[in-house]
């Protein structure tokens, strides 16, 4: 008799587990189930005590796919092992992920072209409908009606291939024409008895997941008239902190446009511009956004004074008036 322990990985209580030993019939190797083992306590199963007439065959402990605390865990085992010495393993169990799921509308206008009794209507998602569903599936049926009308649901399905299937109750030949939107759009077209449902397939695509995007912003707060200045910046992913190269950055000042470039392989833009005009103007630099990432702006603020080689009279001496150019930015 052999000792066997496995640590489980989360340290779950109430885990359930397999024996499994290999057979070689005939040179192929067939799997079977043996017992089960204890019952997890804190994560750990046994030690307990195991022994068989096969000590030499290939033995297994399997935990099947189930659900502990709500989470659902997938299937789970140890590596292969014999019977000759005692044995402690450290086995993982993975939460099973679920699908993204979106909503949808699938909307469905139905209008009977050769028949004037009331039938039954009824709708399958991703699951085969009945000729005889009223009777063998009854939760698939819409509703009961003889003349014209739309029957619309808003449900969550994965992402990926999907398909919806609508039949009526009405014998061969008395046809309802019908149409299947999913989101507006058309999928399926055609003429319905009970013999001929119509089947619309579509594809829900996975909703885009959109990087949040920091843009900065660096101006001289002051220059003079038609001086020629550097706006410069960098554009990189808010949270990861990666620069994006190679996107637009269009420039606004006072809401005017006045110019635009590119980010380099790092990240970085340069603006080399001048305004002409004295004031205080607010520089918008605008990232607008592209697939995937969102659109991000950032601001400065830049004075624009008088030219520095402004003549401005000072004081007057005399018969004469002394000049002096003003080297300051006003």
Do not use: C
Not at 9 to 36: A, N, Q, R, S
Not at 90 to 95: A, E, G, I, Q, S
Request: aromatic share 12%; proline share 7%; glycine share 10%.
């Amino acid at each position: 008799m052999v000792t066997l322990t496995v640590n489980l990985t989360p340290p779950l209580t109430g885990v359930k587990g397999e024996m499994w030993v290999m057979f070689l019939v005939g040179g192929v190797g067939y799997w079977y189930y043996i017992i089960d083992v204890p019952t997890s306590v804190n994560g750990v199963v046994g030690p307990f005590g195991y022994a068989d007439g096969s000590p030499f065959n290939v033995h297994q402990i399997r935990f099947p796919a189930q659900t502990i605390g709500g989470i659902a865990y997938e299937e789970a085992a140890t590596g292969g092992f014999t019977l000759y010495e005692n044995w402690t393993f450290n086995v993982t169990l993975n939460p099973i992920t679920p699908p993204a799921v979106r909503d949808v509308t699938i909307t469905t206008e139905t209008t009977p072209v050769a028949d004037s009794y009331v039938r039954y209507h009824g709708k399958s998602i991703n699951q085969s409908l009945d000729t005889s569903f009223w009777s063998t599936q009854p939760e698939k049926v819409i509703t009961t009606s003889g003349s014209s009308f739309t029957h619309t649901q808003v449900v969550g399905l994965p992402d990926g291939s999907n398909y919806v299937i609508w039949g009526n109750s009405a014998a061969s030949g008395y046809i309802w024409h019908t149409k299947i939107f999913v989101d507006g759009l058309l999928v399926a077209e055609g003429d319905v008895d009970r013999y001929h449902q119509l089947r619309g397939n579509f594809t829900v695509s996975p909703v885009p997941v959109e990087v949040a995007t920091t843009l900065t912003i660096s101006a001289p707060s002051s220059v003079a008239e038609e001086e020629t200045f550097n706006v410069s910046g960098i554009l990189y992913e808010t949270e990861a902190v990666i620069p994006i190269p190679y996107q637009p950055i269009n420039f606004r000042f006072n809401g005017q446009a006045f110019g635009s470039t590119t980010t380099g392989v790092d990240g970085d833009y340069l603006l080399t511009t001048n305004i002409p005009t004295q004031g205080t103007y607010t520089l918008k630099a605008q990232f607008p956004g592209a697939p995937g990432m969102n659109a991000s702006n950032a601001t400065a603020e830049v004075r624009i004074g008088v030219p520095s080689n402004v003549i401005v009279p000072l004081l007057a001496l005399g018969s004469g008036i002394a000049l002096i150019y003003a080297s300051k930015r006003i």
